[in-house]
């Protein structure tokens, strides 16, 4: 039998979604955590371990088959300006730039390029957070501080010609050389 009504599990649902949308999502761990306190005070009578002080995975297991909508993924590691710029204003206003600009000048497609890039870190892989179903891609607030960081950089234009992948290394020396 659940510890928490279906309303009181429906709020703890719409708290994780909520934590998520802030790319600040809950381990197992964290949720147990929760879980406990959440209990403790509002005074609903409970049999998690007042030693461990966090709910028992019993009741971890019971609440994700009861919240399907609910899965444990991996976060992408995101710095907090990137998840400040996201944003759908913002991008809604880079395309209508980007339309003005191609409209303007009549850019082909051999000359409309793409670049992206992927870090490589040294810094520890975060832990798994629950986050609801459906999201293509997790994010994660991260320091920017830690560890050495590589970063791949691919480009291709829209007509499929691509340039060589690119490495870009951190600087070994504390002083730059012009």
């Known amino acids: 039998m659940p510890t928490f009504s279906a309303a009181l599990e ?18 197992t761990n964290d949720l147990r955590e929760l879980a406990y306190e959440f209990a403790e005070k509002n005074n609903i009578l ?40 996201f944003n759908k204003p913002n991008i ?15 850019f082909k497609a051999t000359n409309i390029y793409d670049v992206d ?14 986050v609801t179903k459906g999201r293509k891609q997790v994010g994660g607030i991260t320091s920017a501080e830690c560890g050495t960081h590589t970063t791949a950089v691919c480009c291709m234009s829209a007509s499929g010609t691509y340039s060589p992948p690119a490495f870009i290394f951190a600087r070994t020396s504390g002083k730059q050389s012009l």
């Open 46 to 85: 409970h049999r998690f371990s007042h030693i461990s002080r966090k709910a028992g995975w019993d009741s971890l297991k019971g609440f994700r088959t009861r919240n399907p909508s609910i899965s444990l993924r991996v976060p992408e590691a995101t710095s907090v300006s990137r998840a400040r710029a």
């Open 92 to 106: 809604q206003k880079f395309f209508r730039s980007l339309e003005e600009v191609i409209l303007k000048y009549r």
């Open 117 to 130: 890039k992927s870090g490589l870190s040294t810094v520890q892989n975060p832990p798994k957070v629950f």
């Open 10 to 27: 429906n709020h703890l649902h719409l708290h994780i979604k909520d934590l998520k949308t802030l790319h600040f999502g809950l381990t």
